[in-house]
């Protein structure tokens, strides 16, 4: 197994516990279509411990609290706090004498609110196209890594650790810390982790869906390496820019 392999592996145990919560919830964050029409947005709430989930005339907060779910409800017919949780794999909140639930059906989710008629969401394709999120980690080489790195440490305050790189946590505008992490990682010179691209360097882009991503780039034209890793630290592939530089395009698991 790749060192890398094993880097993005113990990165995305980073906030695992409310993640995996959450991603329990029908919802990812992106672009959604409703009913096929009217466009919806899903993106990560404060401190990576709730979903907002928006459309033109409503915004639902929801927040997963281990068995017990939370969802304040603004709309033009008022603002409902509903508290529920999960009846197998609907959501399930009620509150104001009205209930409201979600579930996952094939590509879509699905969402009923009291006697509406219920409302199929369905990924936009801004979203599905696996547009990148996020730098998921910066790798470069050095003609002598072990003192690149050692600078970095003492004149920068980088932690670098034993694997040669060092993990930065994501936080929010007050500093708390979000799910997610950026890799920042020195190989040396002969390393061959950026082949067949002659570039001392490698940037990692965080997408949403890669296999629909890779779809497209190939469709566009652009260089494409076949391969394409798959493991439970994620999903990885490769593409080459313009300039020859070779990009790396990172799925990590659900809900990290």
């Known amino acids: 197994m790749s060192r ?3 880097l993005f592996g113990i990165l995305g145990w980073i906030g695992a516990v409310q993640a995996e919560q959450l991603s329990r919830v029908p919802f990812a964050p ?3 279509l409703v009913d096929g ?3 919806g947005f899903c993106r990560n709430g404060p401190g990576g411990k709730s979903l907002i989930v928006e459309t033109a005339d409503s915004i639902a907060v929801i927040t997963v609290d281990g068995a017990k779910a939370h969802v304040d409800r603004f709309a033009d017919d008022g603002v409902l706090r509903l508290d529920g949780g999960f009846e ?4 399930v909140v009620s509150g104001g004498g009205q209930k409201l639930a979600m579930e996952r059906e094939n590509d879509a989710a699905v969402v009923r609110v009291g006697e509406k008629p219920p ?7 801004a979203a599905a196209s696996g547009v990148a999120t996020g730098i998921g980690g910066v790798f ?7 003192a690149l790195r050692a600078w970095y440490k003492r004149h920068l305050g980088v932690d670098v650790q034993v694997w040669g790189g060092a993990a930065f946590d994501w936080t929010d505008a007050e500093g708390k810390p979000v799910a997610g992490t950026t890799a920042w990682c020195i190989d040396p010179h002969d390393s061959d982790h950026f082949a067949p691209s002659s570039a001392p360097f490698m940037v990692n882009y965080r997408v949403e869906d890669l296999h629909a991503l890779v779809a497209a780039l190939k469709e566009e034209g652009c260089a494409v390496l076949e391969k394409i890793d798959e493991s439970e630290y994620g ?3 490769w593409v080459i820019d313009p300039e020859g530089n070779k990009v790396e395009l990172w799925q990590p698991p659900r809900g990290q």
């Open 235 to 237: 999903k990885f592939a």
């Open 140 to 146: 470069f080489k050095a003609k002598d890594a072990p």
């Open 30 to 32: 992106g672009a959604y």
């Open 119 to 125: 409302q199929r969401w369905t990924r936009a394709s």
């Open 4 to 6: 890398r392999l094993v």
């Open 88 to 91: 197998g794999t609907a959501l």
């Open 37 to 39: 029409k009217t466009e």
